[in-house]
């Protein structure tokens, strides 16, 4: 049995995804220990573990005691990864999910951890860097589980449902957009004969800048921000041949345009 103040000191996370792997690389570099990944991948699952230096089981029902579980699945699996859990009395169970309700967790201890970060498989991060966003549904568990996050990042901030669903699409926007950006900004490269791997420089000094000041929007650069209409149309001659990238540069120019007059 698992006493409701103590402090959490064993984990099990369930999971084989991108969460997964990097909640695992982290635990297994923590002052917790790391008891067990449990997931249904035969091939992801062993080689998470593997890399959080514990055991791997394929059947939630049969996971290991632990402290706390951590349920690192995509969101729609959320509710049913958690309900086929057998978790001891006492023992928290939470999810890492942005857009996820705690409610979707069974049981009365309950929390959420949601690491706001991007994540590859393969690739490290240093989790103290991390921001983690945390909620419990009672005070004890918000106690235990924020000394938990607190063990593995800097940053440990309370966040309800309807805050961390802003935090998630202020990440839509800032990393999968911009991202999706870089890659359009790559195949334009390819298409004239150049390599991609010119963006590089353009777009790490980008990431940097905005990253460093106190609004990105105040260290804008380029023909939108300039109102530079002359630049504007050559370019949207470039892309007259397709029509959704020519939505998106005219609504981003718009944008840009508005909010530049605003500073």
């Known amino acids: 049995m698992t006493n409701r103040t103590e402090p959490i000191r064993t984990v099990a996370v369930v999971g084989s995804g991108n969460v997964a792997e990097a909640l695992a690389r982290a635990l297994g570099r923590s002052p917790f220990e790391l008891v067990e990944v449990c997931a249904r991948n035969p091939v992801r699952g062993p080689e998470v573990a593997r890399i959080g230096g514990c055991a791997w089981c394929a059947d939630p029902a049969r996971a290991a005691a632990a402290d706390l579980y951590l349920v690192a699945v995509s969101d729609r699996a959320v509710a049913e990864a958690a309900g086929a859990l057998r978790v001891p009395e006492g023992a928290v169970v939470a999810h890492t999910a942005g857009c996820v309700p705690l409610e979707a967790l069974p049981g009365a201890q309950r929390a959420v951890v949601y690491p706001f970060q991007t994540f590859t498989a393969g690739r490290e991060v240093d989790f103290a860097e991390v921001p983690l966003l945390v909620e419990a549904s009672a005070p004890d568990v918000a106690a235990r589980i924020t000394a938990f996050a607190r063990g593995l990042s800097r940053t440990v901030l309370p966040a309800d449902a309807a805050t961390r669903a802003r935090v998630h699409l202020a990440g839509v926007f800032a990393c999968n957009f911009a991202n999706h950006l870089f890659a359009l900004g790559g195949r334009m490269l390819r298409q004239a004969g150049l390599p991609e791997g010119l963006l590089g420089p353009i777009v790490a000094e980008t ?39 020519e939505t998106i540069y005219r609504t981003i120019t718009q944008s840009i345009w508005e909010t530049s007059k605003k500073i």
């Open 207 to 245: 990431a940097a800048k905005a990253a460093a000041a106190d609004d990105p929007a105040a260290v804008q650069t380029g023909p939108a921000v300039r109102g530079d209409r002359a630049t504007q149309e050559r370019h949207l001659a470039l892309l007259a041949g397709d029509p959704l990238l």
